[in-house]
């Protein structure tokens, strides 16, 4: 018979408390299913006191994270941030110890020296809890992808994020009041910057991106436009058009051999699967050469997908060691050992929104500072079509412009000049637009 494996958590918050409920709860439903037995040795957090929604047993709480990597054969980091939990993390591995993260800004950062740590000292670090939640991404590039070239990803991976917007434009809503919203439903938290600034997203697909295209990632390169800006009557101009607004993380292969990876609000046409991701939920697209296009859709944050993410790779680790003594990783983060080139410009259509005076020359001295970077209209909403947003016709109108393909260094150029052009009102509002046919 498997002997029982020994599981320590730094880290008892919401996810690690709920971990501990599981691996206490489901004991022996895990041994039945898999024939081996994960056994909580300890449990380390600053504060006992703390009311959590589950009491752990006084024998297994400690203060000190050390005891907790002593008695332990698989270490689960679910602290978060970086100082403490790369300590951690570091000291488990040079002891041989396989770990278990759920801990995206680490990952995003520090990754690559990590994963590299961990396969030079023969054991392996998983983390499909720090991406998407109940949603097993990791394991689909890891182990689905593996005999694939991903060659694209795009990812609606922020469920705060996405709430908001999806209250904007099915409620009407201000970008504040839906904030509000999402904090009283304990969908934000009450800093809620990581989340509408882009930052949380963007730690995400970092990590996908380094396990989709196999380099290290310099994280400081990463494009991130947040949805603070975000006026409900673009997002309804949008749907008029056919497109949903969405922050949208992307990570792009180029044919010379740069990868793209930003986040930033996108439009996307209705044909998207992406468009009727709605809610707290979080969705992705793998583009592949043999798989084709393969969504994946569902719950991405909270105690318990976030838990049970973690527990898989747990059940994962403690299979490896009960009946071989060691563990491995497949397609183990940053394989191909070598830093990614990030492009520092990228390729897209744009929705551009003016504030203009309503006067003859207007789109024509728009039009020339656009086709002087290389820009091509590919469409404008007439000014009477969009008065029907607006309460009556005023002296400032929204002029707004589609354009083809061009670089985002260029399209920035043409709106700084833009924007002082005498009868610019306002500050222009720029929204990419991911359609593949333009």
């Known amino acids: 018979m498997a002997k ?18 599981i691996l206490l709860t489901k004991a022996e439903e895990i041994k039945k299913k898999t024939g081996v037995k994960p056994v909580l040795s300890k449990i380390a957090t600053r504060d006992w006191n703390k009311k959590r929604f589950f009491k752990v047993p006084e024998s297994l709480r400690t203060t000190d994270w050390r005891e907790v990597v002593q008695n332990s054969d698989i270490v689960v980091e679910l ?43 023969d054991t392996a670090i ?11 991404l990791v394991k689909v590039l890891k182990e689905t992808l593996c005999s694939n070239e991903v060659g694209e990803i795009q990812g609606i991976l922020n469920g705060t994020t996405n709430y908001i917007l999806t209250k904007m434009e099915k409620g009407n809503l201000s970008f504040k009041k839906a904030l509000l919203q999402a904090q009283e439903k304990g969908y934000a ?12 997203a963007a730690h995400k697909i970092a990590i996908l991106a380094m396990l ?17 800006h975000i006026n409900v009557l673009d997002i309804k101009l949008g749907m008029e058009m056919g497109y949903k607004l969405k ?10 051999g740069e990868v793209e990876i930003r986040v930033h609000p996108t439009f996307i046409p209705l044909s998207n699967p992406l468009s009727h991701v709605d809610g707290v939920f979080n969705g992705i697209l793998f583009k592949s050469d043999y798989l084709g296009q393969l969504k994946l859709q569902g719950a991405g944050a909270g105690a318990y997908p976030t838990a049970t993410a973690v527990v898989q790779d747990i059940i994962q680790l403690a299979v490896g060691l009960s009946r071989c003594g060691k563990v491995c990783d497949i397609t183990p983060l940053g394989w191909a050992n070598h830093q990614l080139k990030i492009a520092k410009d990228f390729y897209s259509r744009y929705y551009l929104r003016l504030e203009v005076k309503d006067k003859p020359g207007v789109l024509y001295k728009i039009a020339q500072i656009l086709a002087s970077k290389d820009i091509s209209i590919a469409g404008v909403l007439q000014q009477e079509w969009i008065l029907k947003f607006l309460s009556s016709h005023l002296e400032v109108v929204p002029l707004i ?15 700084e000049e ?10 222009p509002v720029l929204i990419r637009v991911e359609e593949e046919k333009y």
């Open 4 to 21: 029982p494996v020994r599981v320590g958590i730094v880290g008892c918050g919401t996810v690690g408390t709920g971990v501990a409920q």
């Open 247 to 256: 922050l949208l993380a992307i990570a792009k292969k180029r044919n010379n």
């Open 189 to 200: 938290e009450s800093d809620p910057t990581f989340d509408i600034e882009g930052i949380d």
């Open 418 to 427: 833009i924007e002082k052009l005498p009868f610019v009102e306002s500050k």
């Open 212 to 228: 989709a295209f196999g380099g290290k990632v310099d994280f400081s390169q990463v494009f991130v436009e947040g949805i603070t």
């Open 401 to 415: 412009i589609l354009t083809h393909k061009a670089y985002e260094s260029k399209i920035k150029a043409a709106v």
């Open 126 to 136: 998983l983390f499909e809890g720090a991406v998407g939640g109940g949603i097993p």
């Open 79 to 121: 602290i978060g941030g970086i100082d403490t939990a790369k300590e951690v993390v570091e000291t488990a591995l040079k002891m041989g110890k396989p770990v278990v993260t759920a801990n995206k800004h680490l990952l995003a950062e520090f990754g690559y020296e990590i994963a590299k740590l961990a396969r030079e000292n």
